[in-house]
């Protein structure tokens, strides 16, 4: 029996190209999760549901796993069923022996791409934050009014309590303690 398994990584993509090539199949279990995720449930039920001499069918090697180590896993899993994962874009059948090396192959080549991508994303993060990007949400209160809160909270004249330091600043009591804080921080 051919078991498919179709995963597209947001709700936004579609699955309809990959449910194209899986038509022959006899089953087709569907996932819209990121592969980085660990819980995939239609995942684990489509491996469930394999007996022996069944075929897991997918697109792609990629749809299956992001990590070598996860991928051996799960090409154990399914082979401890006595059944064979069928890669269709791949050429992938590892009830043979040379689709078991090309899985193999294939597999390290797809986490070696992933972990360039990530080192690419980072020095271009490291780079943005070098030239003074600033990341994260804006600051709602302006550096000026800051101050103002730190000179309020240090008036030992004043009858004024946090929150309606706050309500006159337009934040909230804690944010008047934390930004107090950092701006103390800062002075020393």
């Known amino acids: 029996m051919l078991i498919a398994y179709a995963r597209c990584s947001t709700q936004n993509q579609n699955l309809d190209a990959q449910l194209e090539q899986l038509k022959h199949c006899d089953k087709i279990f569907k996932e819209k999760l990121s592969g980085g995720k660990g819980d995939r449930p239609e995942l684990q039920r489509a491996i469930d549901y394999l007996r022996e001499g069944d075929s897991l069918v997918i697109t792609k090697l990629d749809r299956l796993a992001r990590s070598l180590t996860d991928l051996h896993k799960l090409v154990a899993t399914i082979e401890e069923k006595g059944a064979t994962l069928n890669v269709l874009n791949q050429a992938i059948d590892t009830s043979t022996s040379s689709g078991k090396l090309m899985f193999s192959m294939l597999g390290a080549f797809a986490e070696f791409e992933k972990d360039l991508i990530n080192e690419r994303v980072q020095e271009g993060l490291d780079r943005a934050k070098a030239n003074g990007v600033k990341f994260g949400k804006p600051r709602r209160i302006q550096d000026k009014e800051r101050k103002r809160i730190v000179e309020l909270v240090d008036d030992e004249q004043s009858t004024l309590t946090k929150q ?18 950092e701006e103390k921080a800062l002075v020393k």
């Open 164 to 181: 309606e330091i706050g309500d006159m600043m337009g934040c909230s009591r804690n944010q008047v303690y934390k930004i107090y804080r």
